[in-house]
């Protein structure tokens, strides 16, 4: 499933003999004390969390790994992010693991590990967690609820090393306001929060128009049709609103920018009687706003 390096390979032998014979053991590192910084005991506890996890699940194999690296942390070891490249899955899938675990690079060189070490060690293990996910896909609420975490953690990272913008020698002269571009649309199948290849071409053409008009606000709002019950739907429109706006960050959206909303049935593009199956409103709409 994964590429193990030779030396992890040899200090799990003796867990990989045990797991053959029944489940990992978890507890034994997750008693550990860890012996690093606020950063590797973060790690090593959220490493036995997904450990844990994978255990209960059957899967052997990524117990053995995620344990493994808590290990390395508890001892103070240097843990970094798996790389995309030891993990099989589809070309949509890399490039979107690829965007995100350049994200996650760039974060920690600016110092995101030294000013939120908690949520740089968060966002760390719920990207391998989102990779591993993505790897197996079979699982779409696993694989959202890694990926949800990673973006939610990744958002709140903070640097060390920023410095605030020089202040320009002269006022530029103000120049004419364009008209913001109509609301966009991007439509889903049927209990899907999944995007097609029309809905990447239309978030592609949102990401490069938010270059050039520079909203203050772009309000990504989800949407359903009337089919079934109102409670589901309130939050599949929330997943499909999260959908697009994560995508839409990593095609290199502005993130500060982004705000999210969903309202489940409500304010239809086409009105229906309840329980009808309508594609027009299975959607999300994206607002730029000065």
């Not at 693991?97 to 000013?115: I, M, P, Q, S, W």
Request: a positive charge; aromatic letters at 8%.
């Amino acid at each position: 499933m994964k590429k193990l390096s030779p030396g992890i390979l040899s200090v799990m032998a003796v867990l990989v003999l045990s797991a053959c014979a029944g489940n990992v053991d978890t507890a034994s590192v997750a008693s550990m004390t860890p012996s690093g910084g606020t950063f590797e005991k973060a790690l090593h506890s959220e490493y036995v969390q997904l450990a844990v996890m994978e255990n209960d699940e059957g899967d052997a194999e990524d117990a053995l790994y995620f344990i493994e690296k808590a290990r390395k942390a508890a001892n103070g070891e240097k843990v970094g992010p798996q790389p995309v490249s030891e993990r099989k899955m589809s070309a949509e899938g890399k490039a979107q693991l690829t965007a995100a675990l350049d994200r996650l690079n760039a974060a920690f060189k600016g110092g995101a590990v030294e000013a939120t070490p908690k949520l740089a060690a968060r966002a760390q293990a719920m990207y391998d967690c989102w990779l591993q996910e993505k790897e197996e896909d079979f699982q779409p609420k696993d694989i959202n609820k890694c990926r949800f975490a990673f973006d939610a953690a990744y958002l709140k990272l903070g640097t060390v090393n920023a410095k605030p913008a020089p202040m320009p020698k002269k006022m530029p002269k103000k120049m004419p306001m364009m008209d913001m571009p109509k609301p966009y649309v991007v439509y889903f199948a049927f209990d899907s929060a999944d995007l097609d290849d029309k809905a990447m071409s239309i978030l592609k053409k949102v990401v490069a128009d938010a270059a050039k008009f520079k909203p203050s606000k772009i309000i990504v709002a989800g949407y359903t049709d009337t089919a079934g019950d109102a409670k589901y739907n309130m939050g599949l429109s929330r997943f499909r609103a999260a959908s697009v706006s994560n995508t839409l960050m990593e095609l290199g959206g502005p993130r500060k920018a982004i705000k999210r909303a969903y309202f489940g049935e409500a304010n239809p593009a086409d009105p229906t009687p309840d329980n009808k199956r309508d594609q027009a409103n299975r959607r999300v709409t994206i607002t730029f706003e000065r």
